[in-house]
Antibody, heavy 116, light 107 residues
Framework: EVQLVESGGGVVQPGRSLKVSCAASGFTFSDYTMAWVRQAPKKGLEWVATLSYDGSRIYYRDSVRGRFTISRDNGKSTLYLQMDSLRSEDTATYYC?????????WGQGVMVTVSS | DIQMTQSPSSMSVSLGDTVTITCRASQDVGIYVNWFQQKPGKSPRRLIYRVTNLADGVPSRFSGSRSGSDYSLTISSLESEDVADYHCLQYDEYPRTFGGGTKLELK
């Protein structure tokens, strides 16, 4: 059974940093391009970043480029999102997703709240 | 950026209805459109991939289609478990973009 389990969310002050993780199991993580997608409270889905299976290709949405860093450890089957210089508009549930099959796998999400 | 204009944003439905939700792409996105279902407090579930393909385990009352730049999700004979939010996604170009979502509510 495929599982993506996010962790590391919480409440953080504006301008501070937070790192969320996504532990994968049940599929060959090292073969899978992965992404982060977020959803602000009562809003739609918003793609954040994508990282290729081997780490060679990285894509970010404009509003997070230079502040967020997507990375992976294939040996640990884990995806990460380092979020720096956080803003109130980054408040959202962050989902990790398996992309290779067309966004076929999703985690349960982790809540990140940016507030003073 | 490619805009996916989704309509309607909400819809009042009855059990047994046939429901159609549409996303209009602002540029050509070819076959790279998926549809997702999301229930309250849950993560999205892929229903349709590459416009018309039914994902594993998805009931056959769900179908996807394309007419020009309009991509549609149709639910035939709506069941109570289908009351949820629905989202389209284009993954032809970066940034990947979702439609604004459609909320189905029972009359």
């Amino acid at each position: 059974e495929v599982q993506l389990v996010e962790s590391g969310g919480g409440v953080v002050q504006p301008g501070r940093s937070l790192k969320v993780s996504c532990a994968a199991s049940g599929f060959t993580f090292s073969d899978y391009t992965m992404a982060w997608v977020r959803q602000a409270p009562k809003k739609g889905l918003e793609w954040v970043a994508t990282l290729s299976y081997d780490g060679s290709r990285i894509y970010y949405r404009d509003s997070v480029r230079g502040r967020f860093t997507i990375s992976r450890d294939n040996g640990k089957s884990t995806l990460y999102l380092q979020m720096d210089s956080l803003r109130s508009e980054d408040t959202a549930t962050y989902y990790c997703a398996g992309v290779t099959g067309g966004f076929d796998y999703w985690g349960q999400g982790v809540m990140v709240t940016v507030s003073s | 950026d490619i805009q996916m204009t989704q309509s309607p944003s909400s819809m009042s439905v009855s059990l047994g209805d046939t429901v159609t939700i549409t996303c209009r792409a602002s540029q050509d996105v070819g076959i790279y459109v998926n549809w997702f279902q999301q229930k309250p407090g849950k993560s999205p579930r892929r229903l349709i991939y590459r416009v018309t393909n039914l994902a594993d385990g998805v009931p056959s009352r769900f179908s996807g289609s394309r007419s020009g730049s309009d991509y549609s999700l149709t639910i035939s004979s709506l069941e109570s478990e289908d009351v949820a939010d629905y989202h389209c996604l284009q993954y032809d170009e970066y940034p990947r973009t979702f439609g604004g979502g459609t909320k189905l509510e029972l009359k």
